[in-house]
């Protein structure tokens, strides 16, 4: 097979990258491990910042966003029995929208079929070769033979335990990682959320999230031990405890428990993105905690800014922007990760942990007083919450 730009993985990063590209005149090919209904199917993030929602519809595959997404015009921080209420929309007129990542990445992969675009699911033994020349390739086997993708550019889209960060030479890259001493126990749930919008909560016995899928179908979390088991965890026991760390600021109706899990939390960054005609976008360069809701949005960022210097190179022969990749993907990594970072310290208890927990508390307790009380500080949460400017 040859294309101009070979991509590893069908994720919101590596679909939208195929996406924007074909909106260009610029061919490519992706290969992805899992099956196409394994994609449309997997649970994962569900909050899209304004600018990104903004893409979508430009780009044409936001039709169906419009229709069902729910449109957010701020959160909800709670804490000392009650809910104070961070209006984006008043702030700095954004909003945020609500769409669940297996909906993106289902509008995508029916755009690139519909647009005659190439995606190889199922394929086993992917490996990429030759990124530090002009020719790089992707070898993979799909329906028991042998394949191979000869391309101008790789972009490595697959994930976190994907096969492109780790080809790069050890000594060219370096991984900055910060692993928390928690992680989310989160539950899809039949019961409609308590309130239209999430609410955040800081509790003395740890934090919660109320997010949600749909009007009727809620998506919430409690932190626990990234080790947390499962079996120690009821649904009755669950519902007990995100009642009590609600504290009351709303009614919470129970329902059907859907699906149940733990997710560890870390934050990690790949310095730099980027390895001769190997370029990383997504998870695959980055972890966020999803406590400041950037994990999807940053993968878009990055591929909105690849897709931009990859056009360059081949309608105008320019290196420039390829060569600053990810310089520039990295200038907004970097306040993402400081963001997340920001909001899970605010907000999550570091139980048991150094001599200065119950000081901490009511440090917390102050600061989320402070930003909760203060145009100035809400409206800096709004600004990077909502997404920031995209060049």
């Known amino acids: 097979m040859r294309t101009q730009v070979g991509i590893v993985g069908a994720g919101p990063a590596g679909l939208m990258l195929s996406h924007l590209l074909h909106l260009a005149g610029i061919r490519s090919i992706i290969v992805e491990n899992r099956s196409r209904a394994y994609c449309e199917a997997r649970v994962r993030a569900g909050l899209m910042e304004d600018w990104v929602a903004k893409l ?21 921080i709670a804490f000392n029995g009650e809910a104070r209420h961070i209006d984006f929309h008043k702030l700095i007129d954004k909003q945020v929208f609500i769409y669940d990542q297996k909906e993106v990445v289902t509008d995508l992969i029916a ?7 190439e995606i190889h699911f199922e394929v086993e033994d992917t490996s990429i070769h030759d990124f530090a020349t002009d020719k790089p390739k992707i070898r993979f086997r799909h329906q028991g033979k042998a394949e191979q993708i000869d391309c101008d550019i790789i972009a490595g889209c697959d994930g976190f335990h994907g096969i492109c960060r780790p080809s790069i030479p050890a000594n060219a890259w370096r991984g900055y990682d ?31 999230l109320f997010s949600m899928r749909g009007p009727q179908i809620g998506r919430l979390y409690l932190q626990c031990t990234p080790e947390e088991d499962l079996e120690k965890w009821p649904d009755a026991r669950i519902w007990d405890e ?31 993105m980027q390895s001769g005609r190997l370029f990383l976008a997504g998870d695959a360069a980055h972890i966020v905690p999803p406590t400041g809701a950037k994990g999807m949005n940053l993968a878009m960022a990055d591929v909105r800014v690849l897709s931009r210097a990859i056009e360059a190179f081949f309608k105008s022969k320019r290196n420039d922007l390829l060569e600053n990749y990810s310089k520039t993907c990295l200038n907004r990594v970097w306040k993402g990760q400081r963001f997340s970072w920001w909001m899970t310290q605010m907000l999550h208890r570091y139980h048991g942990i150094g001599e200065f ?16 009380g203060s145009v100035a500080a809400m409206t800096s ?11």
């Open 178 to 208: 910060r692993v928390y001493p928690f992680g989310w126990l989160g539950i899809l749930s039949e019961a409609p959320p308590p309130d239209k919008e999430l609410i955040y909560c800081f509790h003395e016995r740890g934090f919660a």
């Open 381 to 391: 949460l709004a600004e990077n919450y909502a997404g920031l400017p995209m060049a």
């Open 242 to 272: 995100l009642e009590t760390r609600l504290g009351g600021v709303r009614p919470l109706k129970r329902g059907k428990v859907l699906q149940k899990g733990v997710t560890p939390m870390r934050s990690y960054v790949t310095e730099p």
């Open 111 to 117: 755009q690139r079929l519909a647009d005659g675009g």
């Open 56 to 76: 979508l519809i430009a780009t044409g595959v936001g039709a169906r966003m419009q229709r069902e997404a729910m449109v957010h015009d701020g959160i909800y």
């Open 357 to 372: 927990e119950d000081f901490d508390m009511k440090r917390q307790i102050a600061e989320i007083n402070y930003v909760t």
